[in-house]
């Protein structure tokens, strides 16, 4: 990869934030992914002023500190790595790499250590057995920079905060040891299924692991006391605080440490891992149309929690393997097809997306749910999986399936009374579904997404029982965009913090396409083809509603004959993306055309509503354009991740001429959408 070190001076010029002399590989994030596996696993650090580990807390993507320390004494001193204990002298961070799945720190301890940090939050697209664990691996490795001998210790803790969203709430613990590892597991007193308090889950079971060997020490009890015993003894007492109370009151927190001896030349590493386990993940009403728990999909390969919690320690080496080649590909792939900026983006996305998941089921009938994180919690949204749907076709389009599955399940069912297709099923992980029909109304946006997805999992998976499985609900859906594409009634889009319109050119086309899939799925299924010809009349009449040329660059409109708007025209994609080879070239040429016509400092517009933009638009846009045009939204967007003042997981909607977040818009951060990022690699090859 390409590093990148960012000088304070330069970007103060630029008005950004300043940071330390830090190299960047392949550039500075807006944040970094920690321990991010699922939507309750779900741990960042946040890139304000800097991009250094020591010093602030990680926190939830909600913003929620999670109180989370490293520690490492290096001959008697005692210097922090992660977390924003006071007291302690901050190791010199030298550089921070990410990959698709490790964020990977490396410090320089008083010139006589050097410590390497690894969080690795592992990918499996296709191991869903593996893929359902809701935890994450931190190795941490020394080994002496000066040539001379050292003695190390290694300590991390965690506090109880991981634990509940409601500060109140009391956690109980215990530390106990299975074959080769010893963990602490916490939790709430009072737990409640299905139930969040800001965002973070009311039930299940935390752990903290790691490896047992004579160097081992532990301690439960008040972070400033734990802490405290480690910075002068640089040993734990073993010794368990026997009185349970809630996170906020003398803050406990659960602490390893080890001591590893003396240093030299050879690395020396000790493995930790964190992560929750819940027996029930999902309530859904399915088939049946009435909610009934669904179990986490680990059950179905895991004998019981403790059973999970080993098997996940023990595979770290397959793990490493396995997402080795899954880093290399993603990264190789990515320079191959656009370039390095383009693997800047992409590998930034994967663990984000991957984050929002959650796999439940059996292993014969496993599903994936998804979290709308930070916009409004729902789940299995429509018009979320669409944009993340690149991700999915270019790992594994299987993984698409186990996320339309549940929506069909719920509407085929009965449970939903509209003609059109469902936008979400409630709000995660309450999967009720809308029996009175009174979910948000994207009509025309998730009939024709629906459509699309289930043509191209079907396609890529060779799977057309798939399709005939569900003719009778695609047909129906169809039937609407024959009703409503051409003439799109005032209503929202995906885009919905812009508000309603009617006549949206670009949702048109959406619908327009989606009868053109509908119409190579009745020929896939040997059914009559009702929607082959519409869609052709309806694209004819497109091109004269939706294109102003009166002007020296012409382009398609953000709504009908209003001829000084524009817009991103981005749902043209799923034409090449089912090579339905339907939409002209010139509608391309055009557009490419234009877009940098418009372009500001980081991106492109998506309409000329607001100078706000997409990042998974932007994509679906690049794709399909020229390679000039291909190239700026690329640069822009690789620009924009190493210099944005926004600080959160990385967000999808921000300002194109500022980069920063949207003044008086959603602050969106860690949602799936960026899945988007994949559009080019999703393309048929």
Known sequence: MRPTTIAMAALSALGWRSVEAVKYTPTRPPAVPLAVRSPYLNTWLQCGSDCTLAGDWPRFWTNQIQGWEGLVGVDGEVYTWLGGAPGF??????????????SIFTF????????????????YPDDLGRQSLQFSYIAVKAKSSDGSSHKVQIYMDVSAEFASGDLSQVINWETKTSGNLTYHRFYRANKSQFAESGEIASWGDWYLTTGTDSGLTYHIGQDNEVRANF??????????????????????????????????????ERLFTLGLIQDQVINFAGQSGQLAAVPGLWQSFYQDDISAVVAFYNDYGHATSVCQRLDGQIKTDSE????????????????????????????SKPYVFLKEISSNSDIQTVDVIFPALPIFMYLNATLTRYLLDPLFENQESGAYPNKYAEHDLGTFPVAKGYPAGNDEPMPLEECGNMIIMSLAYAQRAGDVDYLKAHFEKLSQWAEFLVEDSLIPANQLSTDDFAGTLANQT????????????MSQIASLTKNEDKWGQTAVDYLA??????????TTTPHTTLSYGDKASHGLLYNIYADKLLSLNFIDQEIYDMQSNFYPTVALEYAVPLDTRHTWTKSDWQLFAAAVASDSTKKMFISKMAAWIGRTSTNRAMTDLYDAGSGAYPEGGPVFVARPVVGGTFALLALPK
């Open 89 to 102: 002298k901050a190791a010199n961070q030298t550089s921070l790499e990410y990959t698709s799945t490790k």
């Open 506 to 517: 670009n949702l048109a086309i959406k619908g327009i396409i989606g009868l053109k899939a």
């Open 541 to 550: 009449k497109w091109k004269v509603l939706a294109i102003n040329n009166d």
């Open 231 to 268: 910075a002068n003894k640089t040993v734990l007492p073993n010794t368990i605080d026997s009185n349970f109370r809630a996170v906020s009151d003398n803050w406990p927190v659960f602490a390893f440490s080890h001591d590893v001896g003396s240093v030299k030349t050879d690395e020396v």
């Open 336 to 363: 191959s097809t656009a370039g390095q900026d383009y693997s800047t983006i992409t590998t930034l996305s994967v663990r984000q997306t991957f984050g929002a998941l959650q796999f439940a089921g059996t292993g």
């Open 108 to 123: 320089d301890i008083a010139g006589k250590v050097t410590l390497t940090v690894t969080f690795f939050s592992p990918v």
